[in-house]
């Protein structure tokens, strides 16, 4: 038994596939807790910095690390941005934990570099001004990132 379907049939049912497609894509990413968490981490350190000891400092800095490290091994792959659902390895673009690594190194070096401008200054708090501005990069710029990858897997969908 076969039923003739006609080309508007046909096109509207291709339609309706890309558009669950991309609606699967649009779970490409990484949850928005993440954001404020290292934005806020990210000033917690400058914050200590600036008025903790040396070996708070460091101390903090190895947990914030750790915990990072952490954190990224499950959701630096972008498959599970809710909990809603978690998309296929393939759909998600597989540089994406490499860029958003060399991210993370970049932004310390912006971190490190606008401290030692802010102090030359005479900025009596940094630590505090670098982290604070480099936290606001991550929340404006970090999600960005991921939309790109986005982006990239609907047009591989589209083409």
């Known amino acids: 038994m076969s039923k003739d379907i006609s080309e508007a049939e046909a096109q509207l049912a291709l339609r309706a ?3 669950q497609q991309r609606h699967v894509i649009a779970e490409v990413g990484l ?32 947990v914030f690390g750790a915990a990072h490290s952490a954190i990224a091994q499950r959701i630096f792959s972008g ?23 060399a991210c993370l190194i970049a932004l310390g070096f912006v971190t490190v570099g606008l401290g030692f401008a802010a102090n030359a200054d005479g900025a009596d708090h940094a630590g505090t001004v670098a982290s604070i501005v480099v936290a606001v990069a991550i929340l ?9 990858s986005r982006r990239r897997a609907e047009h591989n969908v589209g083409a």
């Open 140 to 148: 404006g710029f970090g999600p960005q990132v991921v939309s790109a």
């Open 31 to 62: 949850p928005r807790w993440y954001w404020w968490g290292l934005a806020a981490a990210w000033v917690a350190l400058g914050v200590l910095a600036d008025v903790g000891n040396p070996w708070v400092t460091g101390i903090s800095t190895l």
């Open 79 to 101: 498959r599970r941005r809710s909990g809603q659902l978690s998309v296929r390895a393939g759909l998600v673009d597989r540089h994406l934990p490499s860029v958003l690594f």
């Open 17 to 19: 596939i890309e558009d």
